[in-house]
């Protein structure tokens, strides 16, 4: 088991936004967690990404216990977030943005030798540019992308810290219909060619259930069911919840 | 490789091509030649205190309302030194330099953490412990309210530096190394972690930066450049004034970097220049020049909050702009 | 050893109090304003000052200094509304360090104003007849004034926390401290709501400032120091908290008497070791919030 939670909590004064959920995901699996809203679908992902901490519970990584770390160490484990919204360097040239977080785990702290020397993380960067179609906007400011654009370069900056394990936060939000079929196309690539662990929280159906291993449903906090998107999809509890 | 021509968008406060750093130390190389030496004099410290400051502020997004601590302590380390040590020129430098670099690790760790306005009400009381320390309990030592004077002019290499002229070029020589310094800090991956800092803290944290850390050594490197301009303010003066602690000294560097542009390259040169031309030119007038700059500055945060070199940059960007999307 | 008798100690802790009790009045006004509309006023102590002057010239025309407090209230209150309509509201939403660099602008600016109107040397103001006395409670003799300055601002404060806790007004304001966008849904005008925060905020600044005017005489330059004082009981009883004002501004009024009167030179400097020995104890002051600061 890669990643996963023992019985995590997490309340918001008296609300239970996160209720005793046990977590799993395999190496290599793309996973998704759906739900109807206020389910605590971005709750749990951010407690898995450190950026809150449990009521109670824990997070493991490989067995290792990340549950009280905070969001920089758990990313830097290789436990690596994108953002609901946008949350790009919004100055920066989009090969900046990817730059920065290419340079994470190898130069931090250098403050003389010239960021445009170091030859390996600028090939990074000029690589997921590529993987994440931005090539043509190289040298633009991130702030003058487009919507779709930007999402790309939210994925990217998170591709570039060289994660083991993608936490996507409703990539495809906002997008339209093609767009959304190019973006599920580009995840599933990125599962299945570099071989990324992906978590992804989605509220399109229709990708959830075209790319998705395995689909945990959440309802009020809790673990409504678990498994295939075919066992999922015939699951009475989540038709009740879904249609109502 | 990709092609970069096709593609003539700049990003905004990008660092400077180096012809701008050269160009700017050529310029400064003829000062002197426009105003009076000692003024050209204040403008190259300040605009190197200037140039840390923007590095916090500007660079960073970290507003210290209390850098006069780091200043003052510089001007005064380098001052003891000189006047009971019988320090060499460098020795007294070194040593203020050394001292705001060991308060900014202290002040760092107790404070640093705090969000952007808590930490700037921090500095500014830290400062202001400096500078009643220095009034009174010190005084035997900083002879408190008369500054610290007798320091002993300063000699480089049996050449005398009590010599307008002389000091400002021997001041001009630091300058260009610290503009050149800066050049390469915003062109490392650290500067550049500072940029993306600034614009996106929580973003830089989910990429797995330590973000305090961050701030630290950028508020460390900043008491660095301030000590630096602090002891030299002691060479040039020839006598440490209390007021080196004050916190209108702090409030000033605010109001320059803010004038200047924070967060440009040019900024505090410009800010530094327009501020003590401005300000000596009033007070020629009227003894009330605080009532003058006090309202430019609203005036500034209100219509033009880039500053100078801000307000130009973004001008020139969306010029670009206009031409590339033509 | 030398002992100290406990009279004298009694004495010196009224001090303490009374200095303190201007401190509680000028930071519950920082608190308000920063926990209403998130900025850290850096003219507050400017405001205070505005308050002595404004005292000064309406003891000087009408003789009473009750007039005189009640009329610098409202001055500076008006005053306030008009800095925060014009000049804060524009940058709300925007860079949250612009408040702060305005209002430091200011702190400059008007000093410099009042020395032109008034000139350079402070403007003193006379104690009221009834106060100037001595109050002589067994042994501990204390001067009436200070007296008046604990029993006013127990007044003072008692009636803000009626006010905000029962007034309509006072809850709208209370709310729109907590969340100001839930406000503005129920349909009031939450930006009228931040301009009269700010002049309460203010007022209660020149009401500090009026109130220490008779003791320390009204000077151009003793906004710095105020709002400076403002600033470490804040850091002190934590960010926001009208309760951490209270308790940080009494703890600093007795720190600095009783340091003025064991070691007069570090009088000055004791607040500042104060706020950093809670900074290394109790970083998010004695009352804030954990997260706020």
């Not at chain 1, 993380?121 to 000029?126: G, H, L, P, R």
């Not at chain 2, 460098?90 to 002040?107: D, Q, R, T, Y």
């Not at chain 2, 002993?152 to 002229?165: D, I, N, Q, R, V």
């Not at chain 3, 303490?16 to 308000?32: D, K, Q």
């Amino acid at each position: 088991m890669l990643l996963r939670t023992d019985k995590i909590c997490k309340y918001f004064g008296g609300l239970k936004a996160v209720d005793e959920v046990d977590f799993t995901l395999k190496k290599g699996q793309l996973k998704s967690i759906i739900g109807p809203n206020g389910a605590g679908k971005t709750t749990l992902f951010n407690l898995i990404a450190g950026a809150y901490l449990p009521t109670k519970g824990k997070v493991f990584l490989k067995d290792k216990d990340i549950s009280r770390m905070t969001l920089n160490r758990v990313s830097r484990l290789g436990v690596v977030k994108t953002y609901q919204i946008n949350h790009i360097f919004p100055s920066l040239t989009v090969f900046e943005n990817l730059r920065i977080a290419a340079q994470v785990r190898k130069t931090s702290f250098n403050f003389w030798r010239q960021a445009a020397s170091f030859g390996e993380i600028n090939e990074q960067a000029e690589q997921i540019m590529t993987q994440v179609e931005l090539k043509e906007k190289r040298n633009w400011p991130a702030s003058t992308l487009s919507h779709g654009e930007r999402r790309y370069l939210e994925i990217g900056i998170a591709l570039a810290t060289e994660p083991e394990v993608l936490l996507l936060d409703e990539p495809t939000a906002g997008m339209s219909c093609a767009e959304t079929n190019h973006c599920a196309e580009m995840i599933q690539k990125l599962n299945t060619d570099l071989g990324l662990s992906i978590v992804l929280v989605e509220h399109d159906m229709s990708v959830v259930m075209s790319i998705s291993e395995e689909i945990l449903v959440m309802n009020e906090g809790r673990t409504l069911a678990e498994g295939t998107p075919r066992e999922v999809s015939d699951n009475e509890e989540v038709q009740r919840v879904y249609l109502g | 490789m990709v092609d970069n021509s096709t593609n003539t968008i700049q990003q905004l406060h990008a660092p400077p091509k180096p012809l701008v750093v050269y160009g700017a130390i050529f310029v400064l190389l003829f000062l002197p030649l426009v105003i009076s030496t000692p003024l050209a004099t204040e403008i190259l410290i300040w605009a190197i205190f200037g140039m840390g400051f923007n590095l916090l502020l500007g660079y960073t997004g970290v507003l210290s309302f209390g850098h006069a601590a780091y200043f003052g302590l510089g001007a005064y380390s380098a001052g003891l030194a000189f006047r009971y040590l019988d320090a060499h020129l460098f020795v007294g430098i070194v040593a203020g330099i050394l001292a705001p670099m060991i308060l900014a690790c202290f002040i760092g760790a107790l404070a640093i953490r705090k969000r952007g306005v808590y930490f700037a009400m921090i500095s500014l009381a830290f400062a202001q412990m400096l500078y009643f320390l220095a009034l009174s309990p010190l005084k035997e030592i900083t002879r408190g309210e008369d500054g610290l004077t007798h320091i002993p002019a300063m000699a480089l290499f049996s050449f005398s530096l009590g010599k307008p002229l002389p000091l400002y070029y021997f001041v001009l020589v630091i300058t260009a190394i610290m503009l050149y310094s800066t050049w390469r800090i915003l062109q490392s991956p650290f500067g550049k972690l500072l940029q993306a800092f600034r614009e996106n803290e929580e973003r830089a944290k989910a990429c797995g930066y330590n973000t305090t850390l961050v701030k630290f050594f950028s508020l460390v490197i900043s008491a660095f450049y301030a000590g630096l301009a602090g002891a030299l303010n002691t060479v040039y003066l020839g006598y440490v004034p209390l007021t080196t602690l004050f916190w209108l000294t702090s409030g000033t560097m605010v109001m320059m970097t803010i004038l200047g542009g924070k967060g440009t390259f040019l900024g505090p040169l410009v800010g530094v220049g327009v501020f003590l031309f401005l300000q000596n030119t009033i007070s020629l007038i009227t003894p009330r020049w605080e009532l003058f700059v006090g309202s430019i500055f609203v005036a500034i945060i209100l219509l033009f909050p880039g500053g100078i070199m801000g307000t130009v940059e973004e001008k020139i960007a969306a010029y670009r702009m206009r031409r590339a999307s033509k | 050893m030398f002992e100290i008798p406990w009279n004298v100690i009694a004495m010196q802790f009224f001090f303490g109090i009374a200095l303190g009790c201007i401190f509680v009045l000028l930071s519950s006004g920082m608190s308000i304003i920063f926990g209403l509309l998130d900025v850290v006023n850096f003219a507050h102590g400017t405001f205070a000052m505005l308050g002595a002057y404004a005292v000064f010239v309406v003891v000087s025309l009408t003789g009473n200094f009750f007039i005189g407090l009640v009329s610098a209230v409202i001055i500076v209150g008006i005053i306030g509304m008009f800095v925060e309509f014009i000049l804060l509201k524009p940058l709300y939403g925007k860079d949250p360090l612009l408040p702060l660099l305005l209002t430091f602008g200011l702190s400059v600016a008007i000093p410099d104003l009042i020395k032109i109107i008034f000139g350079l040397i402070g403007k003193p103001v006379n104690y009221p007849e009834a106060l100037s006395g001595i109050i002589a409670l067994g042994p501990v003799i204390i001067p009436g004034y200070r007296l008046f300055i604990i029993l006013f601002t127990l007044v003072a404060i008692i009636s803000l926390w009626l006010f905000l806790k029962k007034s309509d007004l006072g809850m709208i304001i209370r709310a729109s401290t907590r969340d100001s966008l839930m406000v503005q849904t129920l349909g009031i005008n939450v930006s009228r709501i931040w301009t009269i925060g700010f002049a309460i905020g203010v007022g209660l600044a020149a009401l500090a400032g009026a109130i220490a005017a008779p003791m320390m005489s009204a000077t151009p330059d003793m906004g710095v120091d105020m709002t400076m004082t403002a600033f470490v009981v804040t850091v002190v009883g934590g960010l926001g908290s009208l309760g951490g004002a209270i308790v940080g501004g009494l703890l600093i009024g007795l720190v600095v008497a009783f340091t003025a009167f064991i070691a007069g030179e570090y009088s000055s400097v004791s607040m500042y070791f104060c706020m950093a020995l809670i900074l290394l104890l109790r970083p998010r002051g004695l009352f804030g919030e954990q997260g706020r600061e």
